[in-house]
């Protein structure tokens, strides 16, 4: 079994001594974990070949599981207006509805009491919370957030802490910010969206609580990862979304205390979030219809529970295993190869899940994205990762390459990337690529996308801000 060597300043992971090449009976393997569709896309070259593609960017948005699609399938038939149809197909689309929001709750360990509130993702669950705090104190979150994590705080009162060289000075710094005034929330996510390292839940509530401050946790990248649970973490609120977590259908959740749900903004005014309407005012309902105006995305809800109940049922720690083995053979992979750096926020081991920062000497980070796409068929995801804070105190400002495994990844899919890059870096890329709107593309680009998808996969059509 390999080990990665502590790193010796905080930015970086330390070279192993073991190369890449190394046989690989000597290396832990991983199959996949569960069943997600499009396992076995092709992806076209650029040198006219066709590969199996490999989708290392699961941390944007990972792939549907087998039986989430299944689910959806079987529930599209009964597909009908919820809540408020009489016919047979609105009560059981109904019913799926609440049954979908119960095992959401569940499987992230809600209290007797919670609310759970259905989103469109994470973002809009922590917007959502943004209109609901009490007027009383501020917002205090770390600056390595994601931006879906920071920017709803931004326009309220806040107190935005550094982060620091080790977990331990962090922790330190945030008990010393909690302790100056009142906080009303300390807003945390469960790891990092950019290096994938965990932060100790269960610790920063403990600190917060001490000093009365409500926790949420942005758990975008925790949920698909590991089991979260608030009563046992009592953790106040958690958000998360369903396309990171095998669900593509466009929900997402904010599961928490009643209180603030109860008297908050009502997050989206319209239809099935009133008790009663005249033309000048509302009496809004409780939460969650009070912020769930609108006709809700059944769908998506029974997708998202889908993918809650094929996550509950893997055995304890299966996730875990099953992304150490990945993480660690592509960490040391990458940092055998010369002029290849991953990168991470604190110099003390915080355990992390499978998502991996890196960057190449000498190669922009864009560039290294295409050829992966255009030579290899292999996905990442290169920019900024909406974090800009913390890629700026990681000196990471042009950018870096991010790839990240979920539960349908498989040891051959890390291999192929490191061998990927270590071409890379013995000889440069093999086609030609041009840099437009500040995106590198191959230069020709001869693969056709399917008919169906149209002809915008370029620059043009490319989305400014990447997670
Ligand atoms: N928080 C973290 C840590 C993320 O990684 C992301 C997305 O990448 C978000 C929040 C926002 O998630 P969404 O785009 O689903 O709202």
Known sequence: MSTIARPTTPRTVARPATRPGAPASDWPGAGPLLPVVGADLAAPLVDGRTVRHVNLDQAASAQCLESVAARVTAALPYYASVHRGAGWASQVSTSALEQSRRTIGGFVGARPGDVVVLTRNTTDALNLLAGCLPT???????????????????????????????????????????????????????????????????????????????????AAQLAPHRRISLTESGADYVAFSGHKLYAPYGAGALV?????????????????????????????????????????NVLGAVALAAACEALGALPEAALEVHEAALRERLVHGLTALDGVEVHRV????????????????????????????????????????????????????????????????????????????????AHGPSWTYARTEGRWAPSPDPRPLPAWAGDSAGPAGASPCES
Not at 382 to 392: E, I, Q, S, V
Request: net charge negative; proline share 5%.
């Open 136 to 218: 009383w104190g501020d917002v205090v979150f770390l600056d390595l957030e994601h931006h879906a994590n920071l920017l709803p705080w931004q326009a309220r009162p806040h107190r935005a802490v550094a982060t620091q060289p080790t977990l331990e000075g962090t922790l330190a710094e945030l008990e010393r910010v909690l302790a100056e005034r009142p906080a009303a929330l300390l807003a945390v996510t469960g790891a990092s969206n950019v290096t994938g390292e965990e932060l100790p839940v269960d610790r920063l509530v403990r600190l917060a609580h001490r000093h009365g401050a409500r926790v949420v946790v942005d």
């Open 256 to 296: 928490g205390r009643r209180d603030w749900l109860d008297r908050g903004t009502p997050h989206l005014a319209g239809g099935g979030a009133v008790v009663q309407v005249d033309v000048e005012q509302t009496q809004w309902a409780c939460a969650p219809a009070r912020h769930e105006g609108g006709t809700p």
């Open 346 to 425: 604190f110099a003390d081991d915080a355990p992390s899940i499978g998502v991996v920062t890196f960057t190449v000497d000498g190669v922009d980070a864009g560039l290294v994205a295409a050829y992966l796409s255009a030579e290899h068929g292999i996905g990442v995801r290169d920019g900024r990762f909406c974090a800009h804070p913390l890629l700026a105190h990681l000196g990471l400002d042009a950018g870096a390459v991010r790839a990240s495994v979920g539960v349908g990844s498989r040891t051959e899919d890390v291999d192929r990337l490191v061998a990927a890059v270590a071409e890379l870096v």
